[in-house]
């Protein structure tokens, strides 16, 4: 898997004009400044949200303009990534910093962003519907998809995997014969073993973490999708759960967005491009501690 890593340092002359807080911790947005507010923004204010930001020739800036609040569409149930907290109602995870750092670049702070939890299966209709103005939530870039919708990015590469219990037999994807493995509808996950591994069958559901209940059950031998999904759910459990063999895909995360829309999706880009440093800190708080490796991608030229 070849990634490149986009020069660190902020290149605060770019369109996003962001800042990292400063931290004394050295945990990324451990910034005294700000409040908790009950959703994700109890380390402080992460990001600078930029003031007057023209984005010309964008339909969904235009919206997200007229309404006064950014829609975004997130998972809520993979942690490390995108994941709300029962209990205290907090939204944390990759993904959901990269949303947030979105928000922020377009003038938006996290009271003005409101999250809806989309499933695998339902991302393209919800982006067609209008029903969300982007979405980030470990949404592979495939050619199929960008026939009906368009992608910043990507910002982040992974590769599928498996996950089993913490006794199995399954070593890798090649022990997969007579098992049952289970992923979610309408993932790139599911459709890769129905097509190269047809030796195993299959169970879906809209989400995975329903397929990790069904393992630590005992209903199904493995979970299979992106291995950095993966290790969110094992660090959660390590002494049931364990991330077995090599990844066997290219997964690159893409911001999903209404097809065509260029101009957001080039601003969102350089955004990535300028902010290696914000970046860096954003994996470094929510992947780093799992132990998920990666580095920042070089984004695609807009098409
Ligand atoms: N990245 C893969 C996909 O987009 C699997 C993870 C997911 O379903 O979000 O299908």
């Given at each position: 898997m070849r990634q490149s890593?986009?020069?660190?340092?902020?290149?605060?002359?770019?369109?996003a004009l962001l800042t990292l807080t400063a931290c004394n911790s050295g945990t990324p947005g451990g910034s005294p400044t700000g409040e908790s507010t009950g959703d994700g923004a109890e380390e402080g204010t992460w990001f600078?949200?930029?003031?007057?930001?023209?984005?010309?020739?964008?339909?969904?800036?235009?919206?997200?303009?007229?309404?006064?609040s950014v829609k975004v569409g997130v998972k809520e149930d993979q942690p490390g990534l995108g994941y709300l907290d029962p209990?205290?109602?907090d939204r944390t995870g990759f993904d959901v910093d990269i949303a947030r750092w979105i928000a922020a670049s377009l003038g938006y702070d996290e009271d003005k962003i409101e999250f809806t939890a989309i499933p695998s299966a339902n991302r393209?209709?919800?982006?067609?519907?209008?029903?969300?103005?982007?979405?980030v939530g470990t949404y592979s870039i495939t050619d199929k998809r960008k026939e009906q919708i368009s992608f910043a990015g990507p910002y982040f590469i992974t590769g599928q995997g498996l996950l089993v219990g913490a006794d199995s037999d399954i070593a890798s994807v090649d022990d997969l014969?007579?098992?049952?493995?289970?992923?979610?509808?309408?993932?790139?996950?599911?459709?890769?073993?129905?097509?190269?591994?047809?030796?195993?069958?299959?169970?879906?559901?809209?989400?995975?973490?329903?397929?990790?209940?069904?393992?630590?059950?005992?209903q199904v031998d493995a979970v299979t999708t992106?291995?950095?999904?993966?290790?969110?759910?094992?660090?959660?459990?390590?002494?049931?759960?364990?991330?077995?063999?090599?990844?066997?895909?290219?997964?690159?995360?893409?911001?999903g967005l209404t097809k065509g829309d260029t101009a957001l999706q080039e601003y969102i880009n350089t955004m990535f491009t300028d902010g290696g440093d914000i970046w860096q800190a954003i994996f470094d708080k929510n992947l780093g501690p799992a132990g998920v490796e990666g580095e920042q991608p070089e984004v695609d030229p807009v098409s």
């Amino acid at each position: 898997m070849r990634q490149s890593r986009i020069i660190a340092g902020l290149g605060l002359a770019a369109a996003a004009l962001l800042t990292l807080t400063a931290c004394n911790s050295g945990t990324p947005g451990g910034s005294p400044t700000g409040e908790s507010t009950g959703d994700g923004a109890e380390e402080g204010t992460w990001f600078t949200v930029a003031e007057d930001v023209q984005l010309e020739g964008s339909p969904t800036f235009d919206a997200i303009t007229d309404r006064g609040s950014v829609k975004v569409g997130v998972k809520e149930d993979q942690p490390g990534l995108g994941y709300l907290d029962p209990t205290t109602g907090d939204r944390t995870g990759f993904d959901v910093d990269i949303a947030r750092w979105i928000a922020a670049s377009l003038g938006y702070d996290e009271d003005k962003i409101e999250f809806t939890a989309i499933p695998s299966a339902n991302r393209e209709q919800a982006i067609l519907n209008g029903d969300i103005d982007y979405y980030v939530g470990t949404y592979s870039i495939t050619d199929k998809r960008k026939e009906q919708i368009s992608f910043a990015g990507p910002y982040f590469i992974t590769g599928q995997g498996l996950l089993v219990g913490a006794d199995s037999d399954i070593a890798s994807v090649d022990d997969l014969e007579g098992k049952n493995v289970c992923s979610a509808t309408g993932s790139t996950s599911i459709q890769r073993i129905k097509d190269e591994h047809p030796e195993a069958s299959t169970t879906e559901f809209d989400t995975y973490s329903q397929c990790v209940e069904q393992l630590k059950n005992g209903q199904v031998d493995a979970v299979t999708t992106d291995e950095a999904i993966l290790i969110g759910y094992a660090a959660q459990d390590p002494d049931n759960l364990k991330v077995v063999g090599d990844v066997f895909s290219e997964e690159r995360y893409g911001v999903g967005l209404t097809k065509g829309d260029t101009a957001l999706q080039e601003y969102i880009n350089t955004m990535f491009t300028d902010g290696g440093d914000i970046w860096q800190a954003i994996f470094d708080k929510n992947l780093g501690p799992a132990g998920v490796e990666g580095e920042q991608p070089e984004v695609d030229p807009v098409s």
